[in-house]
């Protein structure tokens, strides 16, 4: 190679000013700029709040990030009063305003200060600091520098309390590994609810003590025939507790009465003619369907959703609901009056695809609405009754549709989604009738069964990803393509930092 040696590339320091405060995705809800800048340096110190383990942890994990790349020590020490400079984390119940997830950034020439009322804020704090340093401090070996901040004040809290993303481990099987790259690549934009697909008719992927051949076999393939796979219950429980280090989430689905041929071929008795189906490793929906006349069916749902939910600390269990085709309207109705209580018995919440709604949803249910156009009135008017929506419009959000006819991983049935189309829709009132009220907030579905590696997973979610997460997150008022796709571009290096394998979309301006 001729020019420049990685010697000399790695000596030559970045002349480039930093970036405004408001350069951040999702956009923070107030930004105010001051002139001056922090640059973090060999002297620097993270200091935290000694009462609080988890404050504690988000400063170890923020000098985890910044460390590789700074080549700085970083030292993470307790916040003593008097303290001042270098980077403070501090807990104060006078950011009553920020709520649960909200936090505080200010910058000045002596240090960083971010202040949440809980360790959450400080967390998402982290991870706007984290976006305002250069792209190289992604990188995992010593970078040159400076790592300079620009003077202000960021104030910021969430539009939506949940902002989630899924992957579908069932079409394809996710080893703990993956999930976990996944879990940090949406920690950086603030996606609080991790979903987790874990059933369906190419794949169960979830252990259950009292039904051991639904992961042993109905979890040995998936789409195409490949090996399949399953997580044993201390690895869902590695998931669990790694979401929660980020922050998110896990809201684990169990498909059903559809999508089931994986738990149909693993037991014979759960089908309504007793013979069960071969294992199946194709891409068709809506021909499979758990016996809703059977008893069986309603032991097996309750022994599955008990040893679930006690593996699952989170509000939610997902109880699909989706596409069930080969189950008759009345029996569909009569199933979902069945199922719903057995996941109040185990005190967690009902979350369901919306076809919920041409059920009888009970007290306390979320729909996650997936539909195009946004027309639905059974969803309308469950919405109105007190049902709480998830929106997840297929046209906009599912990340496994293709950009464009020449996009070689996805499906195409919801359309074309470029990262424009991703963004530009209102979660409050795209279900034409619903109360924005009713909407709990967004998430972003990754279907697989055409999504197989991490490089596959990185080329489909970003950028379409952060621009779901900017709809979660940002205020109505901030929502502004021409502004977005700038901060969208300058993450583009980023990406490249962590390794991942996005699309470059010709509608955003790469540097
Ligand atoms: C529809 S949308 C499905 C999934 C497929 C997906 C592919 C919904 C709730 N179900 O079974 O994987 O389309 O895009």
């Known amino acids: 190679m001729v020019g420049v040696t990685a010697g000399t590339a790695s000596a030559a320091p970045r002349d480039t000013a930093p970036p405004p405060l408001s350069q951040v995705v999702p956009a923070p809800a107030a930004v105010h700029e001051s002139g001056g800048s922090y640059?973090?340096?060999?002297?620097?110190?993270?200091?935290v709040p000694e009462g609080s383990p988890e404050a504690v942890r988000v400063g170890r994990y923020l000098a985890g990030l910044l460390r590789p790349s700074t080549g700085y020590a970083l030292p993470v020490r307790p916040l003593t009063a008097g303290d001042e400079g270098g980077i403070v984390l501090a807990l104060s119940g006078h950011g009553t305003a920020l709520g649960d997830e909200g936090y505080r950034l200010d910058v000045t020439n002596h240090g960083v200060a971010i202040t949440a009322k809980q360790p959450s804020g400080l967390f998402h704090g982290v991870q706007t600091l984290r976006q305002l340093?250069?792209?190289?401090?992604?990188?995992?070996?010593?970078?040159p520098g400076p790592w300079t901040v620009s003077g202000g004040t960021v104030t910021d809290t969430p539009r939506y309390?949940?902002?989630?993303?899924?992957?579908?481990?069932?079409?394809?099987?996710?080893?703990?590994?993956?999930?976990?790259?996944?879990?940090?690549?949406?920690?950086?934009?603030?996606?609080?609810?991790?979903?987790l697909h874990l059933s369906d008719d190419q794949g169960w992927r979830i252990a259950i003590s009292s039904w051991p051949r639904l992961a042993a076999y109905g979890g040995s393939t998936e789409v195409g025939g490949g090996p399949g796979g399953y997580y044993t219950k201390a690895q869902y429980e590695q998931i669990v507790h790694y979401a929660a280090s980020r922050y998110l989430t896990v809201v684990p689905e169990?498909?059903?009465?559809?999508?089931?041929?994986?738990?149909?071929?693993?037991?014979?008795?759960?089908?309504?003619?007793?013979?069960?189906?071969?294992?199946?490793?194709?891409?068709n929906v809506g021909?499979?369907?758990?016996?809703?006349?059977?008893?069986?069916?309603?032991?097996?749902?309750?022994?599955?959703?008990?040893?679930?939910?006690?593996?699952?600390?989170?509000?939610?269990?997902?109880?699909?609901?989706?596409?069930?085709?080969?189950?008759?309207?009345?029996d569909y109705t009569a199933f979902m009056d069945r199922v719903q209580p057995i996941v109040a018995k185990y005190r967690k919440t009902v979350l369901a695809w919306h076809e919920i709604a041409n059920a009888h949803p009970i007290a306390g249910a979320v729909a996650q609405y997936w539909g195009t156009a946004g027309t639905e009135q059974s969803v309308v008017a469950a919405a109105k009754a007190g049902t709480r929506l998830v929106m997840s419009p297929a046209n906009h959000t599912y990340l496994d549709m293709k950009y464009n006819p020449s996009t070689k991983l996805g499906l195409s049935w919801a359309g074309y989604t470029e990262v424009k189309d991703a963004y530009s829709w209102d979660p409050a009132t795209?279900?034409?009738?619903?109360?924005?009220?009713?909407?709990?907030?967004?998430?972003?579905?990754?279907?697989?069964?055409?999504i197989s590696t991490n490089d596959h997973i990185g080329y489909m979610a970003f950028p379409r990803l952060p621009a779901i997460a900017e709809l979660g997150w940002s205020p109505a008022a901030l929502h502004d393509w021409d502004a977005f796709k700038v901060r969208l571009a300058?993450?583009?290096?980023?990406?490249?930092?962590?390794?991942?394998?996005y699309y470059r979309s010709p509608q955003v301006p790469w540097p």
């Open 287 to 330: 021909f499979s369907s758990l016996c809703v006349q059977k008893a069986v069916t309603y032991r097996f749902i309750d022994d599955v959703l008990r040893e679930l939910a006690a593996l699952t600390p989170g509000p939610y269990l997902h109880i699909g609901g989706d596409e069930a085709h080969s189950t008759s309207a009345a």
């Open 430 to 450: 795209f279900l034409r009738g619903a109360p924005a009220s009713a909407v709990l907030g967004v998430e972003a579905p990754l279907w697989s069964e055409t």
């Open 161 to 195: 309390s949940y902002r989630g993303a899924m992957l579908d481990v069932s079409r394809h099987f996710f080893t703990v590994a993956q999930v976990e790259r996944y879990v940090d690549q949406l920690a950086l934009y603030k996606i609080n609810y991790l979903h």
């Open 39 to 47: 640059t973090i340096g060999g002297y620097t110190v993270i200091r």
């Open 133 to 143: 340093l250069p792209a190289a401090v992604e990188e995992r070996t010593r970078q």
């Open 254 to 283: 169990i498909d059903m009465p559809a999508h089931t041929n994986a738990a149909l071929a693993s037991y014979a008795p759960l089908n309504c003619n007793g013979a069960a189906p071969p294992l199946y490793t194709g891409t």
């Open 490 to 501: 300058a993450q583009g290096p980023r990406w490249d930092a962590l390794g991942i394998d």
